[in-house]
Structure formats: structure tokens, C-alpha cells
């Protein structure tokens, strides 16, 4: 016999206060290994959203200092979202900082507290994926330059340490990534691509020979095309050259032999490459000359691995969700999250064994709390299968009355080319806590699961996406598993836009809420940043000539068939999806009496960093629920 007491779900008390879930969702990306030190980025949202550098001694349990003290964020916006935006050699840092977008540089050999000695002066530059040349004493990096009345122009750049005098290594085509110099020094290999295509459909990897005066020689394409993805070109500690390849319809690790060809290190269906929406990720590295340590998605879910050889061993690990792989001196170090405890710093070493390293932030939630991820799949339309993870209300004293399903929250995530993540999200476990069952779908055109189930979104955005949505959130009704009349939809994003095509094209839903989300495709391929601007040539069609398509599929032109509440939530600074996208859509809303509050932030740019700003945009969500949901709950014990 149960000895939970019955609460009506959506009502249950929780002590996962929105200010707790703003705290414990600290972000950590960024590593690097010099010397005996580890130092990696960790966003602090009680410091307006900081990004802060830190580091800590590799070989034990000391304690973290920071490298660079506030107001210094560390944080690059090429490409507006950034990424490698700090870089290490014998002690030696250099950052690029969110302020003013220039290079700094801090010698941590020196006593601390270290000096920020400013290294660049060029406001019409920003700088990322930095890696320092110690024997030239330079930066290379990816650059980019404003442009008056046209896009930004991107570029291979080298920045001298001394003068932070700035000279153009390549150029000429429209994106560049992972400059990466070979042991010896003589030989840099990078990535390239051109509009239309995105990095996860054609790239192309270059190596260039580097003449004695430190400029490129002609480069030589080794690898790409037009229908093949490159990921993480890396020279190993012998001086082959490795990267990851789609060609055989998921992305493996191949390494260029000395005849020129690629041989597969690791074949198999799974995918060693994440997608590059930011600068400076890793899914593989050397422990040492023969050993390399791995992580790869299979059927949406990580896994770790090492290949020594031709022998290729995975371990068993509770970790589900992997990222962001670097290695030295026989230990490799990543960012590591389960079913229970948030992403943290993890070692692995040659033999497998997995250490836990650093927490950023404890656990606030004991184990009993937490609504484990249960991976679904279910029948969508066209024949096609799509994917979720489903997160049951979970209580440790609360349970709903046996007459009553609880209401159910799908998530849409961002991208669209993208993936859920099955460690502990504190946003979720918001929701299960307070009897909320959530749907988090990799609906078709997600990673990890291979280049096909990954390109079946090409030319069906807003169809495909919807449909999955949907398809989840019915099936899960049609068994009894939730409340039918209670179903919401949330997303941020492009997940924004699928919720709004869901809310507008179908019925399933009675609410719904968009964070940044995408209402009008023709004015988002007519006023967004220069990485995604012919993004929808693939995911809807080539503009203006499919321009029908651009209009049949936005929401904002079709809001009369929006018949149910909607929460928008957007920062006023964002520049990827401005907020004249949300703006619209409200005013169009409020035209015909539907309820469609909007809550701005004007210090927020494309996705939220403040502590106060995350905690006020869940209450109000949680709010607008149960409101619509007619939910009472006791708010002064929740």
C-alpha cells in the first residue's frame, strides 16, 4: 500500500525552486590540457552569465582558481555562438573576451594574481578556435571582420603575441574551422565550406605547408565534398593526420595514410561527430601514440570508448551523456552527466577506469526525486519511426489520484540539427517534480542516429519535426500513459518554431510556450547572422525561388488557425532570431483575443544567462500552466 498522500499532478509541491534550477545549471565547455593543469569554461549564471576560465592540477584533488577574474567573460561571437575561445601553451593564456571581443593574454607562471594584458586592438575583428604556435609565436585562429552593408568575412588568421599584429593565413572561402597545426609545426590542416551548406552536410579538409616565413602554402584538399562531413581534423602524436567522416552514412573516425587515402580506424553504425554549432568540440583523443580514447552516439545515446590498434573496446558506464574529449599524459578528461547527476568533469584512463574530477555545482536533488529518462520509440508519418525520452511525474511523497492522468510537456529541441541530452536536467526534473510528465523527442532530422535519419528533415521543416512532436504526444494518450486534454508544447529556437507550427497546424495541444522562437521564415532568411543565413535553403528550400514554401510554413501567417494560449519568451539583444519573430506573432495573436503574454529580457541575447532572467521565465511558464491546465496549487509550499 502506497504511503504517498494524493495530490492532483501539476500541483505537487517541489523544493526545486526555479532559483535552484538557475543555480545548479552550470555549463562547461572549453577544455584544455597544458602541462599539469586542466583548464576549462564554466558558465555562472549568478554572475550575470559569466563565463568564467578556470583551472585546476590534473593530477589531484586541489582546489579550482580562477585565470581571469570578473567583469572578464570568456567568450568568443563568431558566428555568434562561438566556442574555442581560450587557448593555453606553457602556462601561457590567451582569451578572447565578451566584452569588447579582443584578445587578452595572462602568463600564469607569474605569481597571481595574474595580469590581462590586452593583446588585440582591431574592433572590426573577432576571434575563435584559438591554438597557440610556440614556434612562432603567434595565435592561429579562425577570424572574422565586419563588413558594412554585406556579411562578415571569415578567415584562417595568425595574431603575433607580441604586437597582436593580425595577418590572414587563407581566405576566400565563406566559413572556416579547426586550424590545427601538425607536432612538428610545418603543416596546418583546416576545415572549410561554403553557402549554402551547413557544416554537418559538406565540408572540405585542407592541409597547407607552412613556408619559413610563417605564411600558408597552396593548400591541398585530403578529404570532403559536397556530400560528405568533416569533424575534428587532428594531427596524432606521430603526425597522421585523423578526422571524422560521414561518407559511410555515420560519421567514424578515419586517418589519412602516407599514400594519401583514409583507412577506418572505427566502422560501425554509430557517430563520432556532434554538430559544429560552436568552435572547438572533440570526441576523440590520444592517451598515447597507439591509444586513443572516444566518445560516440548510437541510437541517441553515448557511449565511451578505446581504440587501440584495430582493437576497439567500450566500457560500461552510467554516464549517458558525453561531450567535449581532450587528453594528456595518458589520461583524457570530458564533460560527463546520467540519468541522476548534471554534466561534470570526468578522467578515463588507458585501462577504462572512470574517476569523477570536478562538480561544478552539487547535486539538489536526491536520487528517489529524480524522474529517470525512459527511451521510446513510436510510429510517425510517412511509415517513420522517431524517437524520446519520457520523464514519469516522479515524487518522493506525491502521487496523483488513481481517477487522473497527468498533463504532459513535449519538448522540442533546438537546432534543428541537434539531439536531446539524457543526463539530469534541473528544467526537467522542475516539471516531473510538481507531477508534469515531459516528452523530450529526437524527432526526425536529430543527431545520433546516422546521416539519413538525420537528412530525412531536409526540405520538411515545420512538417516532419510537428509530425514526430505530435505523433509522441498522442501515443502517449491513446495508452493512457497522460491526460489528453492536457498536453503542452515548449521549445526554444527552432524548437520554438516547431512549437508554433504544432500550435498552428494541429490540435493536439492546448498550450504552448516558444523561447526565441521562429514565426516567419522569409524575414528569418532575410534578417539572421551570416552562419545560418542559407540554412533553410536545406531545411525548407532555395530563397526567394520557393518562396511559396517560406509563407505556407510560417506560423505568422496563419494565425487564424491558432486557437489556444501561447507564452512567448525573448531577449531583446538576439541577434539570430530578433524579437520582431516573437513581437509579430503576439500582436497578431492578440488581434483575434488569444491569450499570448510576452515576457522580454533586455540584457538577453539568444538564450538565457542570468540567474534572475532563468528563474522569472520558469515561474511564469509554471505559472501559465496551470493556469490554463486550471491547476490550484499551494504556492507557499512550492
Not at 449 to 455: D, E, I, S, V
Request: proline share 6%.
Amino acid at each position: 500500500m502506497s504511503t504517498k498522500r494524493a495530490v492532483p499532478f501539476g500541483a505537487w509541491p517541489s523544493s526545486l525552486g526555479a532559483d535552484r534550477v538557475a543555480d545548479g545549471s552550470v555549463r562547461l565547455g572549453g577544455i584544455a590540457l597544458d602541462g599539469e593543469y586542466i583548464y576549462w569554461v564554466e558558465s555562472r549564471a549568478a554572475e550575470n552569465g559569466r563565463l568564467a576560465l578556470v583551472r585546476k592540477r590534473a593530477s589531484d584533488a586541489g582546489a579550482v582558481h580562477d585565470v581571469v577574474p570578473a567583469p572578464f567573460s570568456v567568450r568568443t561571437r563568431v558566428h555568434e555562438y562561438g566556442g574555442g575561445a581560450f587557448t593555453v601553451h606553457d602556462g601561457r593564456v590567451v582569451f578572447a573576451n565578451d566584452g569588447d571581443q579582443q584578445l587578452y593574454c595572462v602568463d600564469t607562471p607569474q605569481p597571481s594574481p595574474w595580469r590581462q594584458e590586452r593583446l588585440t586592438d582591431r574592433s572590426d575583428l573577432r576571434f575563435a578556435d584559438l591554438q597557440i604556435d610556440p614556434l612562432r609565436q603567434r595565435v592561429i585562429c579562425v577570424g572574422e571582420k565586419k563588413c558594412d552593408e554585406a556579411e562578415p568575412e571569415n578567415f584562417i588568421a595568425s595574431v603575433d603575441l607580441s604586437s597582436g599584429a593580425v595577418s590572414v593565413l587563407a581566405a576566400g572561402a565563406d566559413f572556416y574551422a579547426f586550424p590545427r597545426l601538425s607536432p612538428s609545426g610545418d603543416r596546418l590542416a583546416f576545415l572549410r565550406w561554403n553557402h549554402p551548406a551547413m557544416p554537418w552536410d559538406a565540408t572540405f579538409l585542407d592541409v597547407a605547408d607552412i613556408a619559413p616565413d610563417g605564411s600558408l602554402g597552396p593548400a591541398r584538399t585530403v578529404a570532403g565534398g559536397t556530400d560528405e562531413s568533416i569533424f575534428r581534423p587532428a594531427w596524432s602524436p606521430v603526425g597522421e593526420l585523423c578526422f571524422v567522416s560521414d561518407r559511410s552514412g555515420f560519421s567514424n573516425l578515419y586517418c589519412l595514410g602516407a599514400d594519401g587515402k583514409a583507412r577506418a580506424l572505427v566502422a560501425c553504425d554509430a557517430d563520432f561527430a556532434t554538430p559544429l554549432w560552436v568552435f572547438g568540440l572533440s570526441t576523440y583523443a590520444w592517451l598515447d601514440e597507439k591509444t586513443v580514447a572516444c566518445i560516440f552516439q548510437q541510437s541517441g545515446l553515448w557511449s565511451l570508448g578505446l581504440l587501440s590498434g584495430t582493437s576497439f573496446e567500450t566500457f560500461a558506464t552510467d554516464l549517458t551523456e558525453l561531450g567535449m574529449l581532450f587528453a594528456n599524459h595518458g589520461r583524457a578528461f570530458f564533460v560527463g552527466g546520467s540519468a541522476v547527476s548534471a554534466p561534470a568533469l570526468y578522467a578515463v584512463d588507458a585501462r577504462g577506469e572512470i574517476a569523477l574530477f570536478h562538480r561544478p555545482s552539487p547535486d539538489v536533488l536526491a536520487e528517489d526525486a529524480v524522474s529517470k529518462p525512459s527511451p521510446i520509440s513510436f510510429p510517425t508519418s510517412g511509415g517513420a519511426v522517431a524517437y524520446g525520452l519520457l520523464y514519469q511525474p516522479c515524487h518522493p511523497d506525491c502521487e496523483g489520484p488513481a481517477s487522473e492522468r497527468p498533463p504532459l510537456l513535449v519538448i522540442s529541441h533546438g537546432g534543428p540539427t541537434g539531439s536531446t541530452s539524457s543526463a539530469l536536467s534541473l528544467t526537467t526534473q522542475f516539471w516531473t517534480s510538481r507531477g508534469f510528465a515531459v516528452l523530450d523527442v529526437n524527432y526526425r532530422g536529430s543527431t545520433g542516429y546516422g546521416r539519413a535519419y538525420r537528412k530525412a528533415l531536409d526540405g520538411q521543416w515545420g512538417i516532419f519535426d510537428v509530425d514526430d512532436c505530435v505523433a509522441g504526444a498522442r501515443m502517449l494518450a491513446e495508452q493512457g500513459v497522460v491526460d489528453s486534454k492536457r498536453m503542452a508544447i515548449r521549445g526554444s529556437s527552432a524548437g520554438g518554431f516547431t512549437v508554433l507550427c504544432a500550435l498552428t497546424f494541429h490540435d493536439a495541444f492546448a498550450a504552448g510556450a516558444s523561447y526565441y522562437g521562429v514565426s516567419d521564415l522569409e524575414a528569418l532568411a532575410k534578417d539572421t547572422h551570416k552562419f545560418e543565413s542559407r540554412y533553410l535553403d536545406t531545411l525548407i528550400g532555395p530563397y526567394p525561388e520557393r518562396r511559396d514554401l517560406y509563407e505556407a510554413r510560417s506560423p505568422i501567417h496563419a494565425t487564424a488557425r491558432l486557437r489556444c494560449p501561447v507564452i512567448f519568451f525573448q531577449g531583446l539583444e538576439d541577434r539570430v532570431v530578433p524579437p520582431a519573430q516573437a513581437e509579430n506573432m503576439v500582436a497578431a495573436l492578440r488581434q483575434r483575443q488569444i491569450e499570448a503574454p510576452l515576457v522580454t529580457f533586455p540584457d538577453e541575447q539568444h538564450g538565457f544567462r542570468r540567474k534572475e532572467n532563468i528563474s522569472r521565465a520558469l515561474d511564469a511558464e509554471l505559472a501559465f500552466y496551470r493556469q490554463i491546465f486550471r491547476v490550484v496549487a499551494d504556492v507557499a509550499n512550492d
